[in-house]
C-alpha cells in the first residue's frame, strides 16, 4: 500500500492507514519548491554531502521566512553523510555547531552518497519498523545520467524499503514483484500523468486498475511496449507484476 | 560499431577522421543545453517536436544575449516543426511559419511519442547512411517522457541517435556489435558508465576505463557500471545485452 500524503501541507492522517515514520535525504541537486513539508513530515533529516550545501543555500527561496539566518537555524539536518568533498567548509562548520552529526565515509569510495544515506538508515531500523518506514529523497534524478541510474539501482538493492525519489516534476517508486500493489493517488498534489516501466528486466504479465490504459496480462520490455504518459482515473490504482516495475507519477505544481 | 562525439568540437573536425556524419537535430521540450547554438550549425537537419520550438524561440536569444534577438531567431529557424501542436504557441508557430518552415501536425496520432515521430520522420528525409540525431531535452523534466526517450533508443537500435543534456549525453550500444567509442577529451568526460536498460546483461568485457568489465554480469539489484572513469582516448565495449553509455560532458 503506497500513498503519497506527505506531499499534503501539513501533517496528514488518512483514516485506516498505518503512521508512517518518514526520513528525508537530501542530495546534491537544487531543492524541489515543496521540501519544507517533506522536512515537516520527517522525523530523521539526512544531508548526503554536497546536499547541505543546497538547504544551507536554497531553502531560504522556498519559505515564508524573514531572513536567512531564521531559516538557516530552522532547518538543521540530524546527519550530514558522506565522503565529504563537496561540502562546504563553512557549511559543515555551522551545521555541526547546531548539532549535526557529522559521519564522514570517505574511506568509502564503493558506493554512492544515496546508498550510504539509505545503508545507514537500513542498519539502524529494526525489521518490524521497515514496513511503517518511507525514506523520501530529493535532488536523485537529472543531472549526470550514470547518477540518477545509480540512484535508481538504490530502490532495487533496498527492494525491502519505501523509498521514494522526487523532483519538481515527478516522483519514483520501487514496486517490488513479490506484492500486490495499492497506490493512493492525492489527487490535490498528484497526477495526472503517470507510467510503469520495467527497468531491471521484462515483464510478461502486468494487471492493472485505475488508469485510463489498464493492463490486462500485458508483456512490457524496453524495445517494444512500455506505460509511458498514462493517466491516472481513479483514486486508488493496483499494479500487480511478474517483474520489479518503477512507478512514477508526475506533480502538480505545488509551493 | 564507431562512435565519436565531434560534433561537440568547437571547430568543425579535420577532414581525414573518417566519413562524415550527417548531422540531424531534433529539440524536445525543455530548456536549452548552452551548447545548442554549436549544435544548430552542425546539423543539416533541424525538427522542434512540438514545444521545443518555443525553447528555440525563447532560448536561443537568451543564449546569444549580445546579438540582436531577431537575427537569431531568423539565423536559428527550424526547418520543421512536428508533433500534436498542443503544446507550441501560436505566435511561436505563426512565427516561423511565416518564415518558411514547415508545419507538420500529428495531432491524429496519439499511439507514438513525439521522439518518436521525429525519428521516424528524420530518417524517412534523410538518405545518408551514416546518419547521426542528436536531440535535446529527452532527459529530466516528467520520468515517464525520459523513460519513453530511452525506449526509443531501443526501438531504433540500428540509427545512431545520441540525447544530450548540459550534464551529459547518452546512447544505445546494440548487443549485435562489438563498440569502439572515441572520447573527445576536450569535451567529454572524465565520468562514465553502463547500464543495462531493460534486461540484465551476462557478459560484458570492456577496455580504456578505470574500472573495466571482464565478461563481467550487470542488471538492476545488483551491479551496473556507474561513477567510472574515463582512462583513454578510445574505449571499447561488448556485450551480450543491449547497453546504455552515458559520458559526462565538461562545463
Given at each position: 500500500m503506497h500513498s503519497s500524503s506527505f506531499l499534503l501541507p501539513k501533517p496528514h492522517q488518512p483514516a485506516n492507514k498505518p503512521i508512517k515514520n518518514y526520513a528525508l535525504v537530501v542530495l546534491n541537486q537544487h531543492l524541489p519548491r515543496f521540501i519544507p513539508r517533506l522536512w515537516a513530515h520527517a522525523n530523521l533529516r539526512i544531508c548526503a554531502d554536497g546536499g547541505a550545501n543546497r538547504i544551507f543555500d536554497e531553502m531560504f527561496q522556498m519559505t515564508?521566512?524573514?531572513d536567512e539566518k531564521s531559516t538557516r537555524n530552522r532547518y538543521v539536518p540530524e546527519i550530514i553523510e558522506g565522503?565529504?568533498?563537496?561540502?562546504?567548509p563553512e557549511v559543515k562548520l555551522f551545521y555541526y555547531s547546531q548539532g549535526s552529526k557529522i559521519s564522514d565515509k570517505s574511506h568509502n569510495q564503493e558506493t554512492t552518497d544515496l546508498h550510504k544515506c539509505i545503508s545507514r538508515i537500513h542498519q539502524r531500523t529494526p525489521a518490524h519498523e521497515k514496513s511503517n518506514l518511507c525514506v523520501l529523497v530529493t535532488g536523485a534524478l537529472g543531472g549526470r545520467f550514470d547518477h540518477e541510474a545509480a540512484n535508481i539501482n538504490v530502490l532495487y538493492l533496498f527492494s525491502d524499503m519505501r523509498i521514494v525519489l522526487l523532483s519538481d516534476d515527478c516522483l519514483i517508486r520501487l514496486l517490488p514483484k513479490t506484492h500486490r500493489h495499492e497506490l493512493y493517488i492525492e489527487s490535490s498534489v498528484e497526477g495526472p500523468h503517470c507510467g510503469l516501466f520495467p527497468v531491471g528486466a521484462p515483464s510478461t504479465s502486468t494487471t492493472t486498475t485505475g488508469l485510463k490504459w489498464n493492463l490486462s496480462g500485458s508483456k512490457m520490455r524496453f524495445g517494444s511496449m512500455i506505460s509511458t504518459s498514462n493517466i491516472v482515473q481513479s483514486e486508488k490504482v493496483t499494479v500487480q507484476s511478474d517483474a520489479d516495475l518503477l512507478w512514477t507519477i508526475s506533480l502538480r505544481n505545488l509551493t | 560499431m564507431r562512435h565519436s562525439s565531434a560534433f561537440l568540437l568547437p571547430s568543425p573536425p579535420p577532414a581525414g577522421g573518417g566519413p562524415a556524419a550527417d548531422v540531424a537535430l531534433v529539440v524536445l521540450n525543455q530548456p536549452l543545453p548552452r551548447f545548442a547554438p554549436l549544435l544548430w550549425s552542425r546539423a543539416a537537419l533541424r525538427v522542434c517536436a512540438d514545444g521545443g520550438a518555443n525553447r528555440v524561440f525563447d532560448g536561443m536569444p537568451e543564449l546569444l544575449p549580445d546579438q540582436d534577438p531577431d537575427e537569431v531567431r531568423a539565423r536559428y529557424k527550424p526547418d520543421v516543426i512536428k508533433g500534436d501542436?498542443?503544446?507550441?504557441r501560436p505566435e511561436v508557430k505563426e512565427y516561423y511559419s511565416n518564415m518558411g518552415t514547415r508545419i507538420v501536425d500529428d495531432?491524429?496520432?496519439?499511439?507514438?511519442?513525439d521522439l518518436h515521430k521525429c525519428i521516424t520522420f528524420v530518417v524517412k528525409n534523410s538518405d545518408n547512411s551514416n546518419l547521426c540525431i542528436l536531440v535535446l531535452g529527452a532527459v529530466g523534466g516528467r520520468f515517464d517522457h525520459e523513460m519513453g526517450n530511452i525506449n526509443v533508443l531501443h526501438m531504433f537500435p540500428n540509427i545512431n541517435i545520441v540525447l544530450l543534456s548540459d550534464a551529459c549525453l547518452i546512447f544505445l550500444l546494440p548487443r549485435t556489435h562489438a563498440h569502439e567509442i572515441h572520447i573527445e577529451r576536450s569535451i567529454e568526460g572524465p565520468h562514465c558508465g553502463l547500464i543495462p536498460i531493460g534486461m540484465p546483461s551476462t557478459s560484458t568485457t570492456t577496455t580504456g576505463l578505470r574500472w573495466n568489465l571482464d565478461n563481467t554480469s550487470m542488471n538492476y539489484g545488483g551491479l551496473i557500471s556507474t561513477s567510472n572513469i574515463v582512462e583513454e582516448d578510445k574505449v571499447t565495449v561488448t556485450s551480450e545485452s543491449d547497453l546504455i553509455w552515458t559520458v559526462s560532458l565538461q562545463k
Open positions: 515564508n521566512d524573514e565522503d565529504m568533498d563537496s561540502i562546504r | 501542436m498542443d503544446s507550441v495531432s491524429h496520432d496519439q499511439d507514438t511519442t
